[in-house]
């Protein structure tokens, strides 16, 4: 037989053997054979799976930095995208998946989903606000005209107004700086202080008129708020009761109108509290949730009781003691209870309140009626009463302010002796607050006491007015420690201790100097100025007006300028007379 006889007869079935016999090679073998392809273009590393990739491709894909596949593999492309988010974070850029990277992304992550969350709820608030207020035909116009784009005079000059400032000069200017603000939102925000100032002035139309020209609708409903609280403060009482019922909001109203009805009674206008609360009670009839109305209840009873109408006062309590049967969940109910607690002990039923006390079990609803009680039993001079409730405040910062409050008491009674003791306590009390400006708040209010101590009974306190001055440099809170020392200073010039008084302003302007913000320089002077004015120290008031202005003419960011003036206006109207807003310092 030669080969070509043999070759041609069995070439058919050698091929199909051969092609059969391929079929039976185990997948292994496929595997070791080198991919040419893949051996030109290797990937940066292997192509291992994994949960951990899986994740941090999801994260980085919902940031918007990784389009490619979410396979659990680390490709180039996850490797460059990790590499992105490290850099951006000023981490170690290694493109490695590590615990750390999957927390900071799950971070990222989640912080943007919250962000999305209240961007959606702002633009639904928002929505609803501006569908209220359009609904009012009153309010209309004040949604409508807020498109228009004002522009500042670029011209203008205000020289004249710092050398001999006026409340309208003020505001004009602080009017002025507003319009230059570039961001609607904080355009919005400084408006909002503009016209509070311009209610508390008497400038009614202007009030509305800047009102107006603010775009955000929930503000516009604030600003309502505000122009009521504004008009209470002046003794207008019509005024603010009718821009009260502009509020569109049912809660937001009753809110508006208790705090307008506490404003008068503190006035001693009686009988506008009286109509006001008439107002009120038929608003909340119709109030939900419950704790809501409870909580507002509560307040118009202790008005009505400060105000004489005990009898109605007493049928309020016993309407809230029913509402707060009907309540189911359990935070409500200790809510509720505790706002029943206070006005039982600010209308005088101590013992009621201590029953109700009893059945509070939340820490954080407890604390206010111990406060109350405490307050309750200091205006009768029980101190040793006083002081027990006090101590059943746990929280070291809120157990320090009620110490500080009840030595304040004592020191204007003339009970020195028991106010020493009670600031020693106070102080040991602050050791143990943790929190830096909570600790820097709770020195700030015992050093004033301390200071009080030895400046009204001297000489047996001097160590007082001494330790006072030493803990105010301690203060770790730079706009504290300067309103402390401010504060101190003009106690002190007040009992004519001159040498100390330089002294400490001294300490005084060093500390303003450390305030980096001189709009917070600004307000730190204007709330030392309305607080004088309302001790009657008119003098101090002015002083520390002035200082105020000083800083506030140099400021040229324009929604820091126009915050500042409108505050420094305010202040002016206070100055003048702390009661009533009188018009004529517009003039």
């Given at each position: 037989m030669t080969l070509q006889k043999l070759t041609v007869p069995y070439s058919k079935v050698i091929y199909i053997v051969l092609f059969l016999g391929c079929l039976w090679i185990p997948n292994t073998v496929f595997s070791t054979i080198p991919n040419e392809t893949n051996n030109s273009n290797p990937p940066e590393t292997a192509p291992t799976l994994s949960y951990d990739i899986l994740s941090v491709q999801k994260a980085l894909s919902k940031l918007g930095l990784y389009v490619g596949p979410e396979n659990g593999r680390l490709t180039g492309e996850t490797i460059a995208a990790i590499k992105f988010y490290q850099r951006s974070k000023l981490m170690e850029v290694d493109g490695q998946v590590t615990k750390v990277l999957i927390e900071k992304l799950n971070y990222t992550v989640n912080i943007r989903k919250l962000m999305k969350r209240l961007d959606q709820a702002r633009k639904r608030s928002i929505s609803a606000a501006r569908s209220k207020l359009l609904s009012h035909p009153a309010t209309r116009n004040l949604i409508l005209s807020g498109e228009e784009i004002e522009i500042a005079n670029p011209i203008r000059d205000a020289t004249s107004c710092f050398k001999v400032p006026t409340a309208f000069c003020l505001l004009a200017e602080a009017r002025e700086s507003a319009k230059a603000v570039g961001r609607h939102e904080l355009r919005d925000w400084a408006l909002g202080e503009i016209l509070i100032a311009q209610a508390r002035a008497g400038l009614g139309e202007a009030a509305f008129e800047t009102t107006s020209r603010i775009r955000d609708p929930r503000l516009i409903i604030v600003a309502l708020g505000d122009i009521a609280d504004a008009r209470a403060a002046a003794g207008d009482a019509d005024a603010a009761i009718s821009a009260a019922k502009l509020i569109p909001d049912n809660e937001k109203r009753a809110k508006v109108m208790i705090s307008i009805s506490e404003i008068q009674e503190k006035r001693g206008d009686e009988g506008d509290a009286k109509k006001t609360l008439q107002v009120l009670l038929r608003e909340l009839v119709k109030m939900h949730p419950l704790v809501s109305r409870i909580d507002y209840l509560a307040r118009t009873a202790v008005v009505f009781y400060r105000t004489g109408e005990n009898k109605k006062s007493m049928q309020i309590l016993h309407e809230i003691e029913l509402l707060i049967s009907k309540l189911k969940k359990k935070e409500y109910?200790?809510?509720?209870?505790?706002?029943?607690?206070?006005?039982?002990?600010?209308?005088?039923?101590?013992?009621?309140?201590?029953?109700?006390?009893?059945?509070?079990?939340k820490e954080s609803d407890r604390i206010p009626v111990f406060l109350a009680l405490s307050d309750s039993y200091a205006e009768k001079r029980d101190w040793k009463a006083t002081i027990k409730f006090a101590n059943n405040v746990k929280k070291p910062r809120f157990h320090a302010i009620a110490l500080g409050r009840i030595a304040a008491e004592q020191i204007t009674v003339s009970n020195f002796a028991g106010a020493a003791s009670t600031l020693k306590k106070a102080i040991k009390a602050v050791e143990n607050i943790k929190r830096p400006y909570a600790k820097s708040y709770a020195v700030s209010h015992l050093i004033i006491e301390s200071a009080r101590l030895f400046l009204l009974g001297k000489p047996d306190y001097i160590h007082a007015g001494s330790r006072a001055i030493y803990l105010a440099t301690q203060i770790s809170d730079s706009r504290l420690k300067a309103r402390a020392l401010w504060l101190m200073s003009a106690y002190y010039e007040e009992h004519g201790h001159e040498r100390e008084t330089r002294r400490i302003m001294q300490l005084a302007r060093g500390a303003t100097l450390e305030i980096s913000s001189r709009l917070s320089q600004v307000w730190m002077f204007s709330n030392l100025a309305n607080l004088h004015a309302y001790n009657g120290n008119f003098e101090a008031g002015w002083t520390a007006f002035y200082n105020g202005l000083a800083v506030a003419q140099n400021i040229e960011n324009s929604w820091n300028r126009a915050r500042t003036l409108a505050k420094l206006a305010s202040t002016m109207v206070i100055l003048v007379d702390p009661g009533r807003g009188v018009n004529s310092v517009i003039e």
């Open positions: 109910i200790d809510s509720s209870r505790r706002f029943f607690a206070s006005a039982l002990v600010q209308t005088g039923d101590v013992a009621g309140a201590l029953q109700i006390l009893k059945k509070i079990e």
